[in-house]
């Protein structure tokens, strides 16, 4: 996967020809620091002062209806901006429509998440100096864009972090200052460490690793500080923002001191496998069914799609394969109807031992959408629907297509990973798992009885999407069921309607 700067070069390359701008491109995977040692390599020569002295806003959102026109119209006051940019991760509440009234330019991400958001937001923006905002403020001082932006604009800085007075945030005072005093004291001084109010140069988010979680604004400030910027805090008074639940703010401690860890180990200040294998063990804790499912609250409508062949345009596992250059083994087992399932998914898991996760996900990130993917999947938000995705592929994969198509969950086999590598060992996804031996022990027809009793919900509130024999369980038990270019006559039969073309046909019948 190119990182930002091969994307900046590409995009130029493209904008030079005269072609015709495409949606954003998806941002890089897997980047890491460029450094390992106790030293990090300093910034190239640049002119102190940037010669564009207008400022590019950058506010990502999702769902923020309700703040989001005052902030536009708030910022655009000042005679620095010379545009708003608004990155959407999937809203379904409005806020790109009023966002867009407001004068905000929307941009729909190409991931869901905040930094990927801000991420696309460097490719985006026209101008050299950056302003990032959140959605959901209000309180904001009069002179909030040149308080922030002319220290940069003026070549007295190439990072500006906001201060402001409010609650003293539970994660900052008990997560990130103590582990910033330990690891990286200095830049422990900054009072609002995790805020997202920032004013940057461009060209040094360029050289910076974007988060895709709530570690984002701690990395990209101790990025800032290793490779040398000059950084600044300034104070923007009192400000309100949208407060967390309890429950919300631990998994916020968790990622800030990962992030922070992590920097600290890629300085040499700690060991780093100790950091990986403790973020191995997070992500195969939210992988399981009872964390996803305890974070979607009430259910009243369900919709569920297949991964392979529905959702993506093409099978995961066949590209990984190609990539890997596993293709000839994984033919011994692909679809093989003498195996039980539990057995072929454990033999293919096997294949891929020693193989990088980065690889795994930059597989699902560029494999092709199928078309209308991203507009089913929000339009049936819109209508009141929890979106997930159930697929016998694996978690890793499944998680990076949910955020592509801004779905609100994804069960699948959890595949562990040590120091970043595949193991072999897959443990199978338990919703699919029935009390029943034989043939029918493992297969979504589960996952459709588990997800109907946890959401205590009826099998008529449920809609399905698939394409394969292997979706046929699910098929039969939906209320409302699909077959997308079925693959068989098995298919076609079990399911109520069937769609050939895009797959936001569904929205005509949901």
């Given at each position: 996967?190119?990182?930002?700067?091969?994307?900046?070069?590409?995009?130029?390359?493209?904008?030079a020809?005269?072609?015709?701008?495409?949606?954003?491109?998806?941002?890089?995977?897997?980047?890491?620091?460029?450094?390992?040692?106790?030293?990090?390599?300093?910034?190239?020569?640049?002119?102190?002062?940037?010669?564009?002295?207008?400022?590019?806003v950058?506010?990502?959102?999702?769902?923020?209806s309700?703040?989001?026109?005052?902030?536009?119209?708030?910022?655009?006051?000042?005679?620095?901006?010379g545009e708003?940019?608004?990155?959407?991760?999937?809203?379904i509440?409005?806020?790109?429509?009023?966002?867009?009234?407001?004068g905000?330019?929307?941009?729909?991400?190409?991931?869901?998440?905040?930094?990927?958001?801000?991420?696309?937001?460097?490719?985006e923006?026209?101008?050299?100096?950056?302003?990032?905002?959140?959605?959901?403020?209000?309180?904001?001082c009069?002179?909030l864009?040149?308080?922030?932006?002319?220290?940069?604009?003026?070549?007295?800085?190439d990072?500006?972090?906001?201060?402001?007075?409010?609650?003293a945030?539970?994660?900052?005072?008990?997560?990130?200052?103590?582990?910033?005093?330990?690891?990286?004291?200095?830049?422990?001084?900054?009072?609002?460490?995790?805020?997202?109010?920032?004013?940057?140069?461009?060209?040094?988010?360029?050289?910076?690793?974007?988060?895709?979680?709530?570690?984002?604004?701690?990395?990209?400030?101790?990025?800032?500080?290793?490779?040398?910027?000059?950084?600044?805090?300034?104070?923007?008074?009192?400000?309100?923002?949208?407060?967390?639940?309890?429950?919300?703010?631990g998994?916020?401690?968790?990622?800030?001191a990962?992030?922070?860890?992590?920097?600290?180990?890629?300085?040499?200040?700690?060991?780093?496998?100790?950091?990986?294998?403790?973020?191995?063990?997070?992500?195969?804790?939210?992988?399981?069914?009872?964390?996803?499912?305890?974070?979607?609250?009430?259910?009243?409508?369900?919709?569920?799609?297949?991964m392979?062949?529905t959702?993506?345009?093409?099978?995961?596992?066949?590209?990984l394969?190609?990539?890997?250059?596993?293709?000839a083994?994984?033919?011994?087992?692909?679809?093989?109807?003498?195996?039980k399932p539990?057995?072929?998914?454990r033999?293919?898991?096997?294949?891929?031992?020693?193989?990088?996760?980065?690889?795994?996900?930059?597989?699902?990130?560029?494999l092709?959408?199928?078309?209308g993917?991203?507009?089913?999947?929000v339009?049936?938000?819109?209508?009141?629907?929890?979106?997930?995705?159930?697929?016998?592929?694996?978690?890793?994969?499944?998680?990076?297509?949910?955020?592509?198509v801004?779905?609100?969950?994804?069960?699948?086999?959890?595949?562990?990973?040590?120091?970043?590598?595949?193991?072999?060992?897959?443990?199978?996804?338990?919703?699919?798992?029935?009390?029943?031996?034989?043939?029918?022990?493992?297969?979504?027809?589960?996952?459709?009885?588990?997800?109907?009793?946890?959401?205590?919900?009826?099998?008529?509130q449920?809609?399905?999407?698939?394409?394969?024999?292997?979706?046929?369980?699910?098929l039969?038990?939906?209320?409302?069921?699909?077959?997308?270019q079925?693959?068989?006559?098995?298919?076609?039969?079990?399911?109520?309607?069937?769609?050939?073309?895009?797959?936001?046909?569904?929205?005509?019948?949901?």
């Open positions: 996967m190119a990182n930002l700067m091969e994307r900046k070069h590409a995009k130029k390359k493209r904008a020809s005269g072609a015709q701008k495409a949606s954003v491109a998806p941002p890089a995977a897997g980047r890491r620091l460029r450094f390992t040692g106790n030293k990090a390599p300093k910034l190239p020569d640049w002119p102190t002062r940037p010669d564009d002295q207008r400022v590019s950058v506010i990502p959102v999702l769902n923020e309700a703040r989001i026109a005052s902030v536009i119209r708030h910022v655009k006051r000042s005679p620095l901006v708003v940019i608004v990155m959407d991760d999937g809203s509440d409005g806020t790109p429509e009023i966002a867009q009234a407001a905000g330019r929307v941009v729909t991400s190409a991931l869901l998440g905040k930094g990927s958001s801000m991420e696309d937001g460097v490719l923006a026209q101008h050299d100096t950056l302003l990032y905002l959140d959605g959901d403020l209000s309180g904001l009069h002179d864009v040149e308080r922030l932006a002319e220290p940069v604009l003026r070549g007295e800085a990072f500006v972090k906001a201060r402001f007075s409010r609650r945030g539970r994660v900052t005072v008990l997560t990130a200052r103590p582990l910033l005093r330990t690891y990286f004291p200095e830049i422990a001084h900054f009072e609002q460490p995790l805020g997202g109010i920032i004013a940057v140069r461009k060209e040094l988010l360029f050289k910076l690793r974007f988060e895709n979680d709530y570690g984002v604004d701690i990395g990209l400030l101790i990025d800032a500080a290793s490779v040398g910027a000059r950084l600044l805090e300034v104070d923007i008074g009192h400000i309100e923002h949208i407060s967390q639940d309890l429950d919300r703010l998994e916020m401690a968790t990622q800030v990962r992030t922070i860890l992590e920097r600290a180990a890629a300085l040499g200040r700690l060991r780093l496998s100790f950091i990986q294998n403790s973020r191995e063990r997070d992500r195969m804790r939210r992988a399981h069914p009872e964390h996803i499912l305890a974070r979607i609250g009430k259910v009243e409508k369900l919709a569920l799609f297949d392979d062949g959702l993506l345009a093409g099978r995961f596992v066949l590209e394969a190609k990539r890997t250059g596993k293709t083994a994984l033919e011994k087992y692909l679809d093989r109807t003498d195996l539990e057995t072929r998914t033999r293919i898991a096997n294949l891929f031992r020693r193989t990088k996760r980065e690889l795994f996900v930059e597989t699902a990130r560029t092709p959408l199928t078309p993917a991203v507009e089913a999947v339009g049936l938000r819109k209508l009141g629907y929890r979106v997930g995705i159930v697929t016998d592929s694996y978690h890793t994969a499944a998680e990076t297509v949910r955020r592509r801004f779905a609100d969950f994804a069960l699948a086999n959890i595949l562990e990973f040590r120091h970043g590598k595949a193991t072999g060992v897959v443990t199978l996804a338990p919703t699919f798992r029935s009390g029943m031996t034989g043939w029918r022990a493992y297969d979504k027809l589960n996952a459709v009885r588990f997800l109907v009793k946890r959401f205590e919900i009826t099998p008529r449920v809609l399905a999407v698939g394409d394969s024999d292997n979706d046929v369980g699910m039969r038990a939906a209320g409302k069921s699909f077959a997308f079925p693959k068989s006559e098995r298919v076609r039969r079990a399911a109520k309607r069937v769609i050939n073309d895009r797959l936001d046909e569904v929205l005509e019948w949901a």
